[in-house]
Every structure is written in structure tokens, then in C-alpha cells.
């Protein structure tokens, strides 16, 4: 069976026109190259010089991979001179970052993590990229492109995606028509599709979460994880397994391809009571979730729901399989009425 390519696949959504333009095609085959960029440089490790940390920190106040800066600098390369966008946001960048003058401007904002989970890069674990394309503003035709032109709620988002770069190298890809996998052939350099259409398996047991902050966790959350460890014994009858990658981006990929929940709540220790970011890690992974038959909300409300008010904002995260999402939730609205 002939193989299909990103690229087959993109022209062949881009015929149905109303659901992929040209010019988003070609963002997104821009973001897929960059990608294989940063997978070969993620391979090289210890021998391409691309391990350990800067002296900077990056606006988040965490220290910076080598790795995280390599990255930004590959994807903003690579995007700012294709006319496709107005201006890109990242992790890595305190401001957004207008399309230089000399280059052409399009109707796209591109957001990205570009190296997520990039404390594990030093100990070869799986590190990703996560991206989220949004539409500019059509105010900002007649002006400089602002952060608030960034702030728009996840169900505007136009597509989402991460590569994730671990024994293999993954796209996981959505323009609204379905998830979509594709594994690179680093023989040829292609993406290939490996998996069409995904929808998360429902009703598996497995939870993912960072156990040391237990003591932070509020009351509905502390309750779930509880029952859950407490297993066949407990109230909820069944045994269920644990995996904490530390990576969000492999634990995604594990939760659409087996099912499962991903926990990372607000707690009382981080800034903003709660470390993901939601422009560029939450929403493009509950766009994913969703599509895929999956919930993603802050433990309360849907992600896609929440109203932006800052470029680098942080959200709590519960996403995954619907019912045990539900369970999480119905917890926590227990919770604050027994308050
Ligand atoms: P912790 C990686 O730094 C990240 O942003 C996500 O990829 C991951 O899920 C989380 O933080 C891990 O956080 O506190 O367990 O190290």
C-alpha cells in the first residue's frame, strides 16, 4: 500500500478547502520540517554538544537547555520567512516575536513549546515540541501584531500538534478533522502516517501524576489519586497502574494511544498555582484530547473554555479519558461545597 506522506495527507485535506488552506498547509509542513531538525539535533545528544544548561533562564524562571534555546531558534528560523505568519509566541520568549519587516506577513500566529520536558534531556528520556496555530486578528492587517492578538481561547485554535522525539520520532497532528499520526523514516526523511483518525482507548486504568505533590494537591484531587491507589480494595473496585514521565508530551502520546488520565493540578506551590502553560502546552493538548474522544479541563471547567488573559498564564491540567476526568471533577465541586 502506498505510503502516505505529511504532505499527501495535507494536500489531500487541503482539496476539502473549507478545511485546510493553503497558506496553513504550508505552516504546518514548515513546523513538521523544523521538527525533524530538532529531532536529529535531539539524537545527536552528548555528541552534537546539545546537552546541559545555559546560564540563562527563560521567562519562567526555569534554566535553560542548551536544547530549549537550539529549538526556539530552529522554529523561529524556519517560520519567519514564509509569508504564512504575523507573529510567533514561545515558551522561551518573555514578548511575542513579529514577523521581521523584510519578510512577507500572513493571517497565522504559531505558538510553541519548543522543547517541552527538556529536564530529561540529559538523561535520554523522551523530550517534545508543541505547537498551536491560531488565526491573527484581521485588526491586525493594518498594524503591529500585539500579545493580545495571542489571547484567544483554545477552541480557536485552527490546528495543534507535538513532535514527540523518543526511540522514534512522532507528529501528532489536528486541524479539526481528527488526530493524526506520523512516524519519521529518518532514511528518507519523510513523515509517514502510522496512525489515522485516533480516538483514546476509554476505560483503562492507569493514572499519570507527580505523587511528590501530594501535600499540595486540593481536597478532590488528593481524594481521587487516594481511591485509586487504594485499588480493588478501595471504593473504586478496580486496581489501576501509575506512569510519570515528567515529560508531558510522552505522556500525552501514552494516554491517546492507551488510554488513561494525565493530572497536572493547581497546587498551593507553584506561581499562578500551577506549573503548565496554557497557550502553548495545555490548549494544543486538550485540542488533541478532544478530538480524539478525550476531556481535558483545570479540574473544574474545560481548557478550551478558559479565557486567556496572559500570553505565559499557567492552568491546572486534567485530561484524558471522559469519565475518570468526570470523576475528577465531580470531586472537586464536592470538595468546595463541603468547604
Ligand atoms: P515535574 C516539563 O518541565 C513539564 O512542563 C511537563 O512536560 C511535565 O508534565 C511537567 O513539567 C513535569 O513537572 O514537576 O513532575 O517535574
Known sequence: MARTTLTRFLIEQQRKADVLPGELRLLIETVARACKTISHSVGKGALGEVLGSLDSENVQGEVQKKLDVIANELLLDANEWGGHLAAMASEEMETIYPIPNRYPKGEYLLLFDPIDGSSNIDVDLSVGTIFSVLRAPEACAGRDVTEEDFLQG?????????????????????????????????????WIMTDADMKMPQGKCEFAINMSNRRQWSPGIARYVDERVLGAAGPCGKDYNMRWTASMVADVHRILKRGGIFMYPYDDRTPGKAKLRLMYEANPMSYLIEQAGGAATDGFIPILDAEPTALHQRIGVVLGDKAEVEIVTAYGREAEVAA
Not at 485552527?158 to 532514511?187: C, H, K, M, N, W
Request: glycine share 16%; net charge negative; proline share 3%.
Open 154 to 190: 483554545g477552541r480557536s485554535q485552527v490546528a495543534a500538534g507535538y513532535a514527540i522525539y523518543g526511540p522514534q520520532s512522532i507528529l501528532v497532528l489536528s486541524i479539526g478533522t481528527g488526530v493524526y499520526e506520523f512516524t519519521l523514516d529518518r532514511e528518507v526523511g519523510s
